[in-house]
């Protein structure tokens, strides 16, 4: 369900589940790590560029498969590709097309160049499903944005367009093509031209040092609250409530 091919230094990384809207489940998040950290240790690669197929990015947690297998530990596939997301030494360019929900949005935090198509979205719908915010975006939103802004954002998951993310610095250009992926491999094939030197360690000096330890240690820290929450009865509710396509009602619940 994930397609990846090198083609002149450029590791092109395809979310091919389209009639889920690219939805992850556990397989792919583990698939998706390994190729990752492959594409980071491998000599041949000087950038990796990741699209999602047909009309979405990613529409997040596939919720069937993530009920199925929740999150139970420190260690469970999601919280792995995050980590080995902030962890990658080579620049990761990201073409967004559609929607970018939940983990789908918030691994666009770790990646270095973001293209929106016009028309893309993205939710963090965290609070709504009775969940707290992942991959770090509760430490690195309130850095681009401030406090009061990150807290409208992720308090009430309200849908962001690729103007407002390209207007508070989380997407780098609004393309009005109707795909941003033609834009972002020209922008992966002029990095390839660059020093390749010069890019790592410019990518070194912009996330390494205090910022990655900052990083590494909030998705641990947000990763015991998550999984404390999803337990929780608001959580439950909200999720079998989306199953069954309708509201959740949180009266009584935490």
Partial sequence: MINHHLSDGILKILLNRPEKKNAFTNAMYSELTQILS????????KVMLIS???NAFSAG???????????THKDAPPINLLKVLAGLTKPLIAAVD?????????LLFHCDLVYAQKDARFIFPFVSLGLVPEGAISLLLPRLV????????????EPMSAD???QIGFANKVITEPSALPYAELQAQKLTSLSFGSVLR????????????AVLNQIDIEGKLFIDRLHSPAAKEALTAFLEKRAPN????D
């Fill in 52 to 54: 999602g197929a047909g």
């Fill in 61 to 71: 947690n596939d919720i069937a498969d993530f009920m199925q297998s929740p999150i």
């Fill in 202 to 213: 410019t990518k070194s000096l912009l996330k390494d040092g205090a910022l990655k330890t």
């Fill in 98 to 106: 559609g929607v970018a929900v939940g983990i789908g949005a918030t």
């Fill in 146 to 157: 401030g406090h009061q802004r990150a807290s409208e954002i992720l308090l009430f998951g």
């Fill in 164 to 166: 407002d993310a390209q």
């Fill in 250 to 253: 949180f009266d009584g619940l």
């Fill in 38 to 45: 492959d594409g980071d240790q491998n000599p041949e690669v």
